[in-house]
């Protein structure tokens, strides 16, 4: 028994997959936390901090940006804890995830896609804006707030290596802040410095084209900025996948394997699939799937 929801949040299951390969692989089911992604480990955590220092009150007002699984959380924890929520996102974003965030009772405001974070007109600098105008309110800015990866570090990292028993050889995990890869890489690293971090991009993304970025449709992942929150030190390669590419694997992770989840978890399965061919017998590969393919489905992905 649970002594209430946020402390449901976290101990998520292993389940193995893509069984023909000569080191096994294991998918962690971020899915299945209650605000349905793996953000709600790093948003409870960065209000938890400011909670404790005084920085967020009772009655207070919550605002961050989100491309949803984090706007998800906070709203969720909102609701739980009596805050205000309001949420910065993107027209990109799938209804489903921005529905989500209003059925809490949050509100969201939503802006123009724009090439990068640093835009004035992203939605992150319009939550930066947006905070700095409202009174009592407090932002846990995701996208330039370590405690982001310090979360990770502490939750899912740990937990891995626990659930492995210290026997995981690679995590392959999405990098959209980077603080998932960045924290649970650097825990795992601590523990077995010859464990081999992956981290997982789009193709078009900021950091893939070296500040040249185009539009892409993977949701969730993308490193967007240059991220203070993604730990290059911890991560030995990056693995950049394309929007087909990607959203090919999500739907054969439903049609043949019973995973339905999110285009970022269909780009991490697709780069650890290319990824296998350099496991050995005894390898143990991680992968984390962030969130549920249901948050997709009117955008015609399963088509
Ligand atoms: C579904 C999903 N997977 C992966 C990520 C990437 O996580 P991070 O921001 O920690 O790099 C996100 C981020 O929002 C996400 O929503």
């Not at 070296?210 to 030995?236: F, R």
């Not at 269909?266 to 969130?291: E, T």
Request: proline share 5%; hydrophobic share 35%; charged share 20%.
């Amino acid at each position: 028994m649970k002594k209430d929801l946020l402390h449901a949040i976290g101990n998520t299951p292993l389940a193995k997959i893509f069984e023909h390969n000569p080191g096994s692989i294991y998918a962690k089911l971020e899915y299945l936390n209650p605000g349905g992604s793996i953000k709600d480990r790093s948003a409870l955590y960065m209000v938890e901090w400011a909670e404790h220092r005084g920085l967020l009150k009772p009655g207070m007002t919550i605002i961050d940006a989100s491309s949803g699984n984090h706007g998800i959380a906070l709203a969720m924890i909102g609701a739980i804890k009596g805050y205000n929520v309001i949420i910065c996102s993107t027209e990109k974003h799938s209804k489903e995830k921005i529905n989500t965030i209003k059925a809490y009772g949050a509100q969201v405001r939503t802006f123009a896609p724009t090439d990068s974070l640093e835009d004035p007109n992203s939605y992150h600098s319009q939550a930066v804006l947006l905070q700095k105008n409202t009174p009592n309110s407090y932002m846990p800015n995701q996208y330039c707030n370590p405690l982001n990866a310090e979360a990770h570090y502490h939750g899912i990292g740990k937990e891995i290596w626990q659930q492995t028993d210290g026997k995981i050889t690679h995590l392959i995990a999405a990098a959209g802040t980077g603080g998932t890869v960045s924290g649970a890489g650097k825990f795992l690293k601590e523990m077995n410095p010859n464990i081999k971090v992956i981290g997982v991009d789009a193709a078009n993304s900021y950091r893939s084209t070296k500040g040249n970025p185009k539009p892409y449709k993977l949701e969730g992942m993308g490193v967007d900025s240059e991220s203070i929150v993604l730990d290059n030190s911890v991560i030995d390669e990056f693995i950049e996948v394309t929007d087909d590419q990607g959203i090919d694997m999500m739907k054969n992770l439903a049609h043949k394997h019973g995973f339905l989840v999110g285009p970022s978890s269909g780009a991490v399965a697709y780069a650890a699939y290319v990824y296998s061919k350099n496991l050995r017998p005894n390898d143990i590969a991680v992968i984390l799937f962030g969130d549920s393919g249901r948050a997709y489905l009117s955008k015609g992905f399963y088509e």
